[in-house]
């Protein structure tokens, strides 16, 4: 792989370089931990099954206190905590898997516990000092201390780099005093311990800013306001927080100084996970509902289930699915793997997720037909709740940029050192040599693979096609725009929708791999035609984005858009 791809599997994409050893073979739990892992869903569906009912959570908005001391007993504030700090240390597939079965059965406690722990005490993980780890983790871990992650504000929600918390250094730096306020924090209204993040920089147009991460706790004097009223996720706290002169030893300073974006965006790539994984869970769980649905709705003589377009909506939500689920543990097992930057595999979980989901509960509403609409059913209840995920996290359209620009970056600054070594061709000599043998390879042929199992040849054919496209559109709109990339967010969106495509493939490429060398071609029937469809799904999107880089009508749209801006409304009546 050449110097300049970073090691992870999609921006290697972006290259045209298919990094197969990262993905193959398709990881899996070790027995042992498959063995632990069962355990704890058995004891969490018998608790659910004896205690959780949905229904009255959505209408109470709130989850009883004697749900959350269960949760708690089953030790499930502390998934993924050290057991030497009091949890249970499960690895990042393991806390999917538990995270997919939880958020399958009730959207409401998924989100507190996911708050808690996806984001809540991440930064304790990923960055806090072993003191600060002794002195916080064993509460989480049973839950006697709840955790939130507090970023958002009123003027900065996806520009988090736009917050105006500020954190003052006091007594020659050994505190800090914030002023602020934040908004929509989940577990705000009970959360002990908040990872908050305060500018300690001045807010200066054209600078730089410098946010830094907090641990603070409630007691230090965050105040919160009543529970909002909210769409779905209605058991969950979604509060606003305040924070009037409170006082946060230097010690509580999570990670460095002003280096608490960092810190966030850490946090977030790996909580993304978490949410991808839950949505995984509510697609099964609909699923379930859907095919019972069709086995018992009669129109016209027999099950609506014999019917064409009821079987396109099952076979399509099935494959979605597949892919979800498939992606969604890759991602975990490159994670597992300790692979340094999971950050662009993290964010196509969530997009994707959240998509799949919206589409196959909208499906599964339609195939309910009107008892879906209804409160004495669950569809409308899955189907609010399941909204927000396109929301949370990062929203979809803030991540496809991000996953289009990142993705471009270093095919972006290799070509910017080509351009420099043309002027000073002796010096760049070295290269403009690799640049023309990386040019005189791809004429050659695109990049193939060796590890797909024969049966799959024709879908690996279709991905390594799409692959060099990827490679070859991502260099014509760089040339094309340069710097001024940063602005063309209908280029982003075509660019993004390729590469999240090409990973879900990808992925299930080497899942469904994985399970004919384990079971042949007669046991692994399903996954083959599961593969198959959601390829020729994909295939179409790919071959439309492709065609719309050259013709497409994107200045029409800015166009009326921006009409409709200055009308404020639409403008026409027919009086």
């Known amino acids: 792989m050449p110097p300049l791809i970073e090691q992870s599997f999609t921006k290697a994409l972006f290259h045209g370089v298919i990094a197969e050893d990262m993905i193959f073979p ?49 030790g499930l504030f502390g998934l993924q905590i050290p057991t030497e700090y009091g949890g249970i240390g499960l690895s990042t597939a393991a806390y999917a898997r538990v995270m997919q079965e939880i958020g399958g059965m009730d959207a409401s406690i998924a989100v507190t516990l996911g708050a808690h722990q996806s984001i809540g005490y991440k930064s304790l993980l990923l960055f806090g000092t072993h003191e600060q780890k002794r002195r916080y983790l064993p509460q989480l871990a049973t839950g006697e201390s709840v955790a939130a992650f507090a970023l958002t504000e009123p003027s900065a929600g996806s520009d988090a780099a736009a917050i105006k918390t500020r954190a003052e250094a006091v007594d020659g730096g050994a505190a800090y005093v ?11 209204g009970f959360a002990d311990v908040f990872t908050l993040f305060a ?17 603070v706790e409630r007691g230090m004097g965050v105040t919160n306001g009543p529970n909002e ?38 946090v977030l790539n790996s909580g993304r996970l978490g949410l991808a994984s839950g949505c995984v ?7 379930r509902l859907a095919i019972a649905r069709v086995e018992e709705r009669r129109a016209f003589g027999r099950n609506i289930g014999d019917f064409g377009l009821i079987k396109d909506k099952i076979a399509r939500m099935l494959a979605e699915t597949y892919a979800l689920e498939s992606m969604t543990y890759l991602t975990a097992g490159l994670v597992d793997s300790k692979i340094a930057d999971y950050s662009m595999e993290s964010a196509i979980c969530k997009v994707k997720g959240s998509e799949t989901l919206w589409s196959v509960v909208n499906d599964t509403l339609q195939i309910a037909a009107g008892i879906g609409y209804m409160q004495d059913y669950p569809y ?43 002027r000073e061709p002796i010096k760049g000599f ?14 050659l042929g695109r990049e193939r693979m060796t590890r797909v199992h024969p049966l799959l040849g024709r879908e690996a054919v279709i991905f390594e096609e799409y692959v060099s496209e990827l490679a070859v559109q991502a260099e014509n709109v760089l040339r094309k725009h340069g710097r001024d990339i940063a602005e063309m967010q209908f280029t982003q969106l075509r660019i993004a929708d390729m590469v999240m495509d090409l990973f879900a493939v990808a992925a299930c490429l080497t899942r469904t791999t994985r399970a004919i060398e384990r079971r042949g071609e007669d046991g692994a029937r399903r996954e083959i035609d599961l593969c198959s469809l959601y390829l020729n799904m994909a295939h179409k999107r790919l071959r439309q984005n492709v065609s719309d880089f050259a013709r497409n009508d994107d200045e029409l749209r800015k166009a009326i858009a921006g009409r409709a801006y200055i009308d404020g409304a639409y403008p026409f009546d027919v009086l």
């Open 199 to 215: 500018r300690t920089s001045a807010l200066e147009e054209g600078s730089k800013p410098k946010i830094t991460a907090f641990l």
């Open 281 to 287: 869970g509510v697609c099964k769980t609909l699923l």
């Open 229 to 266: 009223h909210k769409l779905g996720i209605r058991g969950s706290s979604t509060t606003e927080l305040f924070l009037e002169n409170v006082r946060v030893p230097r010690e509580n300073v999570v990670g460095d100084v002003g280096k608490g974006f960092k810190v966030a965006m850490e």
């Open 380 to 422: 409308e209840r899955i189907l609010r709740d399941s909204r927000v995920n396109l929301i949370f996290e990062g929203t979809n359209d803030i991540l496809r940029c991000f996953i289009a620009l990142s993705g471009m970056a270093a095919p972006g600054k290799a070509l910017a050192e080509v351009v420099k070594a043309m």
């Open 430 to 443: 070295g290269l403009l040599s690799d640049f023309a043998l990386r040019k005189a390879r791809a004429a």
């Open 178 to 188: 914030l002023n602020g306020s934040k908004i929509w924090i989940t577990n705000g």
């Open 26 to 74: 398709y990881p899996e739990m070790t027995s042992e931990e498959r063995q632990s892992t069962s355990i704890i869903l058995d004891s969490v569906r018998r608790f659910f099954a004896a205690n959780v009912d949905s229904a009255k959570i959505d209408r109470d908005h709130e989850i009883p206190k004697a749900v959350l001391d269960g949760l708690r007993s089953l």
